[in-house]
């Protein structure tokens, strides 16, 4: 699918979020320095507010490759937020290099939290291996997460308690900005956005208790998975062997597995939260290669506030 158009559900520029999610696989993949120039026609392209980016790296004091994307961008003022740790060593021997998420926003970015996300007891290898986060963002009042949870189809214990923590953290965060609302209020503020790249399916435990579809450890939540409620009528696979070489080179099954949650947009002003649309993105090549292992998403959200760029 080609990138939306920007004149359809968005509406007008003062009153709606376009965010953006992508794994960008800028470590592992080959190819990155062209790949890295796909993303940035894309991101032009699509004129994203907010872009979550994971697999994103940072060598010592050097700028992250999501610096080099944001200064890459013409004709636009870009801040950037990046968090990251190092590997353990027997997966990546340099300390020096740290890996993990970052956001790109149009506004600036006002709070920077960087949470490392656990894994359940007895894990080794990879699990432990790698520095799976949640990278909380504070710009234009927007929270904003961005997520890399554990890889294995296998490790659906690990994410289990990954999302239990994503949940905590957001809270956390949020304060008393989703406070319950009482009879004849609404609430002002925006809900939470978390994006991410989270390893499961939506029929997976993990999913289903972020969409208050199971409960986990006796708890529930609810955020709106963007392509559920928004999205077209094709599965909108972001892992894809059929489209994308690097997928397939990788041998990975058909699935969803990268998403825009949003909160719970019940009784807020102006309809705050309300996903107008959810379309795949970087899911055809601009430049003659595939930005990412992964497929993007493009998500339009109601933002009655949204401030001038």
């Given at each position: ?162 999302v239990l923590a994503l949940d905590a953290i957001v809270r956390a965060g949020r304060g008393d900005r989703d406070a319950d609302v009482r009879p004849g209020t609404r609430r002002d503020s925006m809900p939470a956005i ?116």
């Amino acid at each position: 699918m080609s990138a939306p158009d920007q004149t359809g559900p968005r509406g007008t520029a003062s009153g709606a979020l376009r965010v953006v999610q992508l794994n960008a696989g800028s470590l592992f993949e080959g190819g990155w320095e062209a790949r890295r120039v796909e993303v940035v026609r894309w991101l032009e392209r699509l004129d994203a507010d907010i872009v979550c980016l994971e697999e994103i790296w940072a060598a010592g004091d050097e700028p992250s490759t999501a610096h080099w994307i944001a200064d890459a961008l013409p004709g636009r003022a870009t801040h950037v937020a990046f968090g990251g740790r190092p590997f353990k060593n027997e997966i990546w021997p340099d300390p020096k290099l740290r890996f993990g998420s970052a956001v790109i926003s149009r506004w600036p970015i006002d709070a920077v939290t960087y949470h490392s996300l656990p894994v359940a007891p007895g894990a080794t290898g990879f699990v432990v291996g790698v520095p799976w986060e949640a990278l909380h963002v504070r710009t234009a009042g927007l929270d904003v997460f961005a997520c890399h949870l554990a890889a294995a189809p296998t490790d659906g214990l690990h994410r289990q308690q990954q999302v239990l923590a994503l949940d905590a953290i957001v809270r956390a965060g949020r304060g008393d900005r989703d406070a319950d609302v009482r009879p004849g209020t609404r609430r002002d503020s925006m809900p939470a956005i978390i994006c991410g790249d989270f390893n499961a399916e939506p029929d997976s435990d993990e999913v289903r208790f972020l969409t208050s579809l199971t409960a986990l450890d006796g708890r529930t939540t609810f955020y709106q998975d963007a392509w559920r409620v928004a999205g077209n009528t094709t599965p909108g696979f972001t892992n894809d062997w059929v489209t994308h070489p690097l997928a397939a080179g990788l041998n990975v099954h058909r699935k969803r597995i990268d998403y825009v949650f949003v909160g719970d947009p019940f009784l807020r002003t102006g309809d705050a939260g309300r996903v107008l649309r959810a379309d795949l993105a970087f899911d055809e090549p601009l430049t003659g290669v595939q930005a990412s292992d992964h497929t993007g998403l493009v998500v339009d959200i109601v933002w009655p506030g949204r401030p001038h760029a």
